[in-house]
């Protein structure tokens, strides 16, 4: 549009300045491009057209599984989290870029597009299904190309508020709310293993099993060093079993009792003398066997005496480490690191935004917020040099991902002229550098 064009917005502070708007030339999410390379290093969306199926007739297979896949997953990344941007983002040329296909020299998806495949394809049970495992495919990929030696399993609850009448929704008295009551398993890298959409009364360890025990049978196979922690919710003797046949090292928070407290009574009284300003620690363990549990197992204890308190601290931790206490009580509470990420998932990506009526519908939405948030985890840990390996996923949305640019068209190649603010060249270089070097061949082992 020229000087003169008649859409051209003025401006009373300076006259001759105007504002047009060139939704098909320009783009405010160019920074979507490493992830899409990344994408494609790995072969992560590929994968949908192998394990979701397509009953789908006529002009309703204009777009394949697999690009409306990566336009659920990267509208997400970006902070579109309603498939009612998909009308202004189907005509964006980052968007048509990474979703490939016929997007490319047309349109991506439509709003209608991408509801019917949400709520209609992908809820089917089969995909549904298909769906809740991909976060795992993806991390063996990851896990191929980066070598695992060593896995830490976080299994943490959370909560989704939410407003009317949506099905499963109900009053929590923990989180004083209505919501949903989801339930997560990250491992060692902050990557999300495995996510469950639950009821929003129930109990945080409630059907712990299908979260874990396909965690537990992917890496089956590894021959590596596998551990598990978890808060007082999954201090559950079925647990500890499962965990001791799989040959995982535990640490999992026990509720106090009085027969715990009568163990470590020694350390109740209070240390003679002034107390110091850094807290006092104590540790001890002891074998303890519960009325519900078959076999006794090892209990640390720690007692933190704090100046200006009354009483002590104290927690309890049921364990099959074999570490100094000190030491096995700071593995336990590096778990923290768990509520991190599932807040990082919350700001970054709002994935708590479950605004369906329908649960399955629902369940769909978090299985997409996982997947997007787990490429946006695997390209800060993977491709990011060193000076911003610090970025969170917030900080890499509004740095990276949110980069304008002009998009030239020529007869062989498009062109992304971007803004060289935020991002410099170098570190883009970089990042796609990093990126080349993490090729993985089509089928790695532990992906199937």
């Not at 297979?61 to 309603?82: C, I, K, P």
């Not at 990474?98 to 047309?106: E, L």
């Amino acid at each position: 549009m020229g000087e003169g064009g008649r859409d051209a917005l003025g401006v009373g502070f300076d006259g001759s300045l105007r504002l047009e708007f060139h939704g098909s030339t320009l783009t405010s999410d160019a920074g979507l491009i490493p992830y899409r390379q990344l994408d494609e290093a790995l072969g992560t969306t590929a994968m949908a057209g192998s394990i979701l199926q397509d009953q789908r007739t006529g002009r309703n297979t204009r777009h394949t599984m697999t690009a409306l896949l990566r336009q659920s997953v990267y509208s997400r990344l970006a902070g579109y989290e309603d498939t009612n941007d998909a009308d202004r983002l189907c005509v964006d040329p980052t968007m048509r870029c990474i979703v490939g296909g016929r997007a490319r020299d047309a349109r991506a998806a439509s709003t209608s597009q991408m509801g019917r495949f949400e709520t209609q394809v992908l809820t089917r049970p089969d995909n549904l299904a298909a769906l809740m495992a991909l976060p795992g495919r993806w991390i063996d990929r990851v896990g191929h190309a980066k070598h695992t030696r060593t896995v830490v399993l976080d299994l943490d609850s959370s909560v989704s508020e939410t407003y009317g009448r949506q099905e499963g929704s109900a009053y929590n008295g923990h989180f004083e709310c209505t919501c949903y009551h989801p339930l997560f398993c990250f491992n060692q890298d902050g990557d999300l293993e495995r996510a469950l959409l639950r009821n929003g009364n129930v109990a945080s360890a409630d059907d712990w099993r299908s979260v874990v025990e396909p965690i537990i049978a992917r890496y089956r196979p590894l021959k590596v060093g596998k551990f598990f922690r978890g808060d007082a919710a999954f201090a559950i003797p079925e647990l500890y079993e499962l965990l001791e046949a799989e040959g995982y090292l535990y640490a999992i928070r026990l509720k106090a009792n009085d027969v715990l407290h009568r163990q470590i009574e020694f350390l109740l009284t209070r240390p003679v003398g002034r107390p110091p300003a850094r807290p006092i620690a104590l540790y001890h363990s002891f074998m303890y066997q519960a009325g519900s549990w078959a076999t006794p197992r090892r209990v640390v204890a720690k007692v933190e005496w704090h100046a200006g308190e009354l009483f002590p601290r104290v927690g309890f931790i049921v364990t099959n480490l074999r570490r100094d206490e000190q030491d096995e009580v700071y593995f336990y509470n590096q778990r923290g690191t768990a509520e991190q990420w599932i807040k990082e998932g919350k700001h970054a990506l709002n994935w708590t935004r479950l605004s369906c009526g329908g649960f399955a519908d629902n369940q769909v939405r978090l299985q997409l917020f996982a997947l997007a948030y787990n490429l946006g985890n695997f390209l800060r840990r993977l491709a990011l040099p060193r000076s911003v390996q610090h970025w969170t996923l917030t900080t890499l949305r509004d740095r990276l991902i949110k980069i304008g640019a002009k998009v030239v068209r020529h007869a062989r190649r498009v062109t992304f002229q971007m803004a060289e603010v935020a991002v410099p060249r170098w570190l883009m270089t970089a990042i796609l550098q990093r990126i080349g070097r993490l090729r993985v061949s089509p089928n790695p082992a532990g992906s199937g």
